[in-house]
């Protein structure tokens, strides 16, 4: 589950009973680490982003370092996998490397990393630059960023350990090996300083959908977060991160895309939640938000009038989120969709799967796009926190628990035990 301010909708902030007080509380991130976990969840994951948006609306997207959240909440938590979000556009790969290889050793294998290159200029303003490079030049430098990681994680293990005090032998230096990389980006000399662990590496993910990020997820990765609002672009998706994945030889990385819902007991009073928060936007910021999203003024667009075909993405690149935008543009050209009826979706679609319904509903549709192979999963983005992340736990989970596609008790203790993928994952162990 994707942890977002206090929902991934925009204005859940702004309802009655919300808990946009608390965002500063580690308190409030452990509560939802735990009800993630009382849902047997595979990971808790936090988003991050390197900025403040200049839009006084009221919502704080970010607010804690998310290593440094989760390494509280890991001491609060048992069995729930932990991600963090990692910037290679702003992080160096000795540094990255540290904090995840101590998250690991800390949480005893729960951690895991997405590894983002950052979207806003805005961001890249905040260190030391005007504006952030180009999409292939930002994923080229992630290439090597995963590359210098993994050369590090494999540099120095727990085996090098002796602690032999009758012979003063500490450390067996012949298992320590220096790496030695020069590369475009970066130059690394040394071995890590913090020994990879019995639990071996963190787990990496990938969010995205651009071909170089598809390339990054093929070579690197063991999950994707992707975008896909309907099962033909999720299908597709995924068959394409599996060619490219034989490719390359390995094991195709999970395809996780993301998934919103609202759920209660009939239909009516999901669609009553729905509208609860759709109600706070305007139908002029409903525009705005559309506007930023597709690089382009919509202010002359007629509401009942066929939405035109937007840009090639190359036009607008600079402007846009390139999921986002190509999953808009998408719906535009396969739907036929008046500005009306593309209003009222992006309101809070943002082009992940969004699922109005009744528990039995929302399980149908979660069902057929694993059976049909349009993913491995999700990655759910709750609407609100904590109410609907509560709904989906609470309603949900047990029917999926029952219809046998969900576990009912965790089996492992690390974050690649719950996906299935070590095949030498240790017994449970608690604490």
């Known amino acids: 589950a994707l942890v977002y ?9 702004r309802l009655p009973n919300s808990h946009v007080e608390e965002l500063g509380s580690i308190d409030f991130q452990i509560r939802m680490a735990k009800l993630a976990e009382r ?3 595979d990971a808790f994951f936090l988003g991050d982003g390197q900025y403040i948006s200049e839009e006084g609306t009221g919502q704080i997207s970010y607010y804690f370092e998310p290593i440094t959240a989760l390494a509280a909440i890991s001491r609060e938590t048992e069995y729930i996998g932990l991600v963090s979000t990692i910037s290679s556009s702003f992080y160096e790969p000795y540094l990255a490397a540290r904090m995840l290889s101590s998250l690991n050793q800390i949480s005893q294998g729960r951690i895991g990393a997405n590894i983002v290159t950052s979207q806003f200029d805005l961001e890249a303003q905040n260190f030391s630059m005007d504006k952030l490079p180009p999409l292939e030049e930002r994923y080229h430098r992630a290439n090597e960023f995963i590359t210098v990681m993994k050369k590090l994680w494999g540099s120095f293990n727990t085996r090098a350990i002796i602690n032999d005090k009758e012979a003063g032998i500490g450390l067996d230096s012949n ?8 590369g475009e980006h970066f130059q690394v000399n040394g071995a890590i300083n913090i020994p990879t662990s019995e639990y071996g590496r963190p787990m990496l993910f ?10 990054i997820a093929a070579r690197h990765v063991e999950g994707v977060f992707s975008i896909a609002w309907n099962m033909r672009d999720a299908k597709d998706f995924r068959e394409d991160i599996h060619l490219r994945a034989i490719k390359e030889e390995r094991s195709a990385p999970l395809v996780l895309p993301g998934l919103t819902v609202y759920v209660d007991e009939t239909y009516d009073k999901a669609y009553a939640l729905k509208q609860e928060l759709d109600q706070f936007v305007s139908l002029e ?9 597709i690089g382009q ?8 009038e066929h939405v035109p075909n937007l840009l090639a993405y190359e036009e607008v690149q600079q402007q846009v989120v390139k999921s986002v935008y190509i999953a808009v543009k998408n719906a535009v050209e396969t739907e036929e969709l008046t500005l009306r009826e593309l209003l009222e979706r992006f309101s809070t679609w943002v082009g992940h799967k969004t699922i109005v319904g009744t528990p039995d ?3 149908d549709e979660m069902i057929e796009w694993f059976e049909e192979g349009a993913c491995d999963g999700f990655t759910l983005m709750p609407p609100t926190y904590p109410d609907l992340f509560e709904k989906f736990i609470d309603l949900v989970i047990p029917v999926l628990q029952e219809r046998g596609v969900f576990r009912k008790e965790y089996k492992h203790a690390t974050l690649k035990g719950h ?6 994952e240790e017994k449970i162990k608690r604490r």
Do not use: F, Y
Request: proline share 4%; no cysteine; glycine share 8%.
């Open 5 to 13: 301010s206090t929902g991934l909708h925009p204005d859940s902030w």
């Open 39 to 41: 849902g047997k969840l």
């Open 175 to 182: 298992q320590i090996k220096a790496i030695k990389h020069t």
């Open 206 to 215: 990938q969010a995205g959908t651009s071909i170089p990020g598809r390339e």
């Open 285 to 293: 910021n409903r525009k705005k938000r559309l506007s930023k999203a």
């Open 297 to 304: 003024d919509i202010t002359n667009w007629e509401m009942d």
């Open 361 to 363: 509903m929302v399980a």
């Open 419 to 424: 996906l299935g993928l070590s095949e030498h």
